[in-house]
């Protein structure tokens, strides 16, 4: 019998009894009546009722006695700290575990003795707040050993009804503390390591950046020397493959940083499909790979056009990577529920299932055990991974070893109508023409590369180290610039977009500029959005360089 059908027989052999006793009393105050052998008869079957029901009312009793102390014993011996509060949620019991690991016994008035003082009005509030409610509740807080050491445990407290009564609350705790202290020290890992890439990147890109204004000034002294070109070509290569590796580490410290936001629109997927084919085409050539893109990709995304370009990037260079026969392609379903996949094909040397979680973490690379460094550094799927979580597109891997691999993006379809208006590209070496550029930055070799380069697209110069000198050389020459880039760091302490409103100020114009940063934090692009300033990211190759002065320019473009 159960503990609630037990409770209810015992009360309904009480009302019985209560009967038979109310019904022997009348019978006994009716002494002016004679009493007929039936009514003996029926008296004395009521008083076996009754020794009966008594009978049964005990060993009911005995069985509930019982059960208690087995419940009681159960939460006493428990290798888990427990205890047993009263429907009020006083305390009526704390177990040997408790005792053991507190070293002391615990009362009503010591129970919060073991408790952290900072941790109580937390958890006192919470417990108040469940007892009024009637629900369970749990939270982590820390409870003092035996011998001082507060640990961090997780505790679990729930009501225990009987008919739809609470009748007590029972509680757990559970030692949390080196699971607590692990997940901490893999956090502080995680920033220290996000906070070096960043120190590392930012001190290797100042240098970056003047080689590559200083070889697009090279450019033109050594237009008639055919073996002077060649070495600039294997020159501007080595840097593109230090810059790739620079991108991808700033990449990674921007996105931990929460640097990169996402921004969503509406577009055609296919230009941008297209795009990659035309870049990863020619490498997949030279290896004699066939580079494809499948029918099917001319729909509409809702995504980030930019970011999702970086994803599908990083795949077909990969792809393209660790094929050495047969194809690559780029190939897009539809699903019925508004999802477009985009696949990333290939037959490449594939994917063992054992290292199909490991591709994504930082700087583990399949076939390159000697850390070639014309491979990458093994970031490229860890951005995916922390692009797609960004964007809310899950990246899902198919692949077989000897085979290739699938990789599958899920993108949102979009309606074509609410396609934003493609931007218009026109020739940027028309912009520098009879311009005067203000160049701003406190490191002189990358000054001078700024320099050398702007005057190159027929720039007019001025070039100063400070917000300062800025001012005074164009007090000087009295001209209003038509572009200022400035660094966004600058000497004590000061930072580009003063030197840019500053120049603004004396000129009375709304002078356009970009910042110039290898900033990795979100404080440089606020600073810039909210003046209108364009901004770009060091090492930035003179051509980007130049897009980035005719998106900034726009309708100011002849």
Known sequence: MSEDALRTRLAELDAENATLRDALRRRESEDALAVSRADLLTIAALNEDLRRA???????????????????????????????????????????????????????????????????????????????????????????????????????????????????????????????????????????????????????????????LFAEALRARIAHDERGRETLVMLERGLETLKSLLDSLLDVSQIDSGAVTAKVEAFGLLPLLQEIGTAYAPIAASKGLDFRLEAGCDAHVRSDR?????????????????????????????????????????????????????????????????????????????????????????????????????????????????????????????????RLAVLVDDDAIVLLGLQAAFEEWGYETLVAGSTDQAIARLEAIGRTPDFVVADYRLRDGRVGTEAILKIRDLTGTAVPGIILTGETGSECRRDAAAHGLGIAFKPITPRQLHDAVHRHLGADLP
């Not at 704390?94 to 958890?123: K, L, V």
């Not at 037959?347 to 990458?376: K, M, S, V, W, Y």
């Open 306 to 434: 930019m970011l999702l370009g970086r994803i599908v990037r990083n795949l077909a260079e990969n792809a393209v990577r660790y094929t050495e026969s047969g194809h690559v392609a780029l190939r897009c379903r539809e699903a019925g529920d508004g999802t477009l996949y985009i696949e990333v094909r290939d037959t490449g040397i594939g994917i063992p299932a054992d290292e199909t979680e490991r591709i994504f973490e930082e700087f583990h690379q399949l076939g390159n055990p000697e850390r070639d460094r014309t491979h990458g550094l093994g970031l490229g799927l860890a951005i995916v991974q922390r692009l797609s979580r960004l964007l809310g597109h899950p990246v899902e891997l198919r692949s077989e070893p000897g085979r290739g691999s699938v990789f599958t993006i899920a993108v949102p379809r979009a309606d074509a109508s609410s396609q934003a208006a493609p931007e218009v590209v026109t020739e940027v070496a028309r912009i520098g023409h009879g």
């Open 54 to 212: 008594n009978a049964e009312l005990e060993e009911s009793r005995m069985v509930l006695r019982g059960s208690e102390e087995r419940f009681r014993a159960v939460i006493e011996h428990a290798p888990l700290m427990m205890w047993v509060n009263g429907p009020d949620g006083r305390l009526e019991a704390f177990n040997g575990s408790w005792a053991a690991y507190t070293g002391q016994n615990t009362s009503e008035g010591s129970r919060w003795d073991a408790i952290h003082p900072d941790d109580q009005p937390r958890m006192k509030a919470l417990r108040a707040k469940a007892i009024a409610a009637g629900e369970p509740y749990v939270y982590d807080m820390r409870i003092r050993r035996a011998d001082g050491m507060y640990r961090w445990h997780a505790l679990r407290v729930n009501p225990m009804r009987l008919n739809g009564r609470i009748v007590a609350w029972i509680g757990s705790a559970s030692d949390v503390h080196d699971l607590r202290e692990a997940r901490e020290a893999a956090e502080r890992a995680d920033r220290s390591k996000s906070r070096f890439l960043a120190a590392a990147s930012h001190d290797l890109r100042q240098p970056m950046q003047s080689m590559f």
